[in-house]
Antibody, heavy 121, light 111 residues
Framework: QVHLVQSEAEVKKPGSSVKVSCKSSGGTFNNYNINWVRQAPGQGLEWMGA????????NYAQKFQGRVRITADESTRTAYMELSSLTSQDTAVYYC??????????????WGQGTLVTVSS | QSALTQPPSVSGSPGQSVTISCTGTSSDIGSYNRVSWYQQPPGTAPKLLIY???NRPSGVPDRFSGSKSGNTASLTISGLQAEDEAAYYCSSFTGTSTFVVFGGGTNLTVL
């Protein structure tokens, strides 16, 4: 069974960056997309991007291009999402999620517990 | 503004059926049979209910079913139970650089 464990909550200042981690255990890590999805308070879900660790290159939603960087470390089975130039609009719970099967992303079967990132001066 | 349009809320009594719609465009739902549905009770991570329009992952009851017609997908929950009270989100593959778009979510109330 696949299990995703994310890093703890963070409080950041406007203009700074945050890096959230997602450690995978069980199942295969390298050839499934790890996606990042965020949810602002009381709002819906928003796909930010994804990486397939075996390829090492990430795809990003147009909205976040230039401001987000998704990486993966095969040796530790850990994916990372770094978001820069933070504003209060980035206050949200950030989830990592693994695809149901290998290929292009959309079917997110396994989810991390979520990491709350609060941006406040 | 969410890319896919869902009704903000629906409700039903125990034992009844409800249907949640999800309207996209010819660039997403209309072009791909890659529609997924997620259930999210308050304070928890989403759970995959339906993938590829109508398929259920292992462990999801057959009370949950999905369909699609044109640019609109639908989730039907039959035999409503109190535990079904949650937010429901649809998503679709888009084939653009923004691979995945979500609906705004629908809150289901079991009366």
């Amino acid at each position: 069974q696949v299990h995703l464990v994310q890093s703890e909550a963070e409080v950041k200042k406007p203009g700074s960056s945050v890096k959230v981690s997602c450690k995978s255990s069980g199942g295969t890590f390298n050839n499934y997309n790890i996606n990042w999805v965020r949810q602002a308070p009381g709002q819906g879900l928003e796909w930010m991007g994804a990486i397939m660790p075996i390829f090492g290159t990430a795809n990003y939603a147009q909205k976040f291009q230039g401001r987000v960087r998704i990486t993966a470390d095969e040796s530790t089975r850990t994916a990372y999402m770094e978001l820069s130039s933070l504003t209060s609009q980035d206050t949200a719970v950030y989830y990592c999620a693994r695809d149901l099967y290998s290929g292009s992303p959309n079917e997110f079967e396994y989810w991390g517990q979520g990491t709350l990132v609060t941006v406040s001066s | 503004q969410s890319a896919l349009t869902q009704p903000p809320s629906v409700s039903g009594s125990p034992g009844q059926s409800v249907t949640i719609s999800c309207t996209g465009t010819s660039s997403d739902i209309g072009s791909y049979n890659r529609v997924s549905w997620y259930q999210q009770p308050p304070g928890t991570a989403p759970k995959l209910l339906i993938y590829e329009v109508k398929n259920r992952p292992s462990g999801v009851p057959d009370r949950f079913s999905g369909s699609k017609s044109g640019n609109t997908a639908s989730l039907t929950i039959s035999g409503l139970q109190a535990e079904d009270e949650a937010a429901y989100y649809c998503s679709s593959f888009t084939g653009t650089s923004t691979f995945v778009v979500f609906g705004g979510g629908t809150n289901l109330t079991v009366l």
